[in-house]
């Protein structure tokens, strides 16, 4: 399984972005598709989940109502739709894929190879 992040860039406090995971490889509609991200010095943390099947979306709390999963199915990819963005929201952003629905960064096997997301005030 490969995945493919990109959509990254500098943008000022207020903004938005648009992050997009390609697969390649074998088909992953057996897999739940998951956002985090990792700021410097801090711990990679969960920030959005779309489900496998019913395409069901959980979000962090720092994030909910300003952050979007999404996928297209036919063209294997996953988007993080982000807007009025905050100098909080600095980080790298990683997708990820696994067959739980687990917010734990430790039990996914995939990775992207992230996207760097800066925001100035």
């Known amino acids: 399984v490969q995945l493919q992040a990109s959509g990254g860039g500098l943008v000022q406090a207020g903004g938005s972005l648009r992050l997009s995971c390609t697969h390649s490889?074998?088909?992953?509609?057996?897999?739940?598709k998951v956002w985090f991200r990792q700021a410097p010095g801090k711990e990679r943390e969960f920030v959005a989940r779309?489900?496998?099947?019913?395409?069901?979306?959980f979000y962090a709390d720092s994030v909910k109502g300003r952050f979007t999963i999404s996928r297209d199915i036919p063209k294997h990819t996953v988007y993080l739709q982000m807007n009025n963005l905050k100098p909080e929201d600095t980080a790298v952003y990683y997708c990820?894929?696994?067959?739980?629905?687990?917010?734990?960064?430790?039990?996914?096997?995939?990775w992207g190879q992230g996207t760097l997301v800066t925001v100035s005030s």
């Open positions: 779309i489900s496998r099947g019913t395409g069901n979306a």
């Open positions: 990820a894929v696994d067959m739980e629905a687990t917010t734990d960064p430790s039990k996914f096997k995939y």
């Open positions: 490889g074998r088909t992953l509609s057996s897999y739940h």
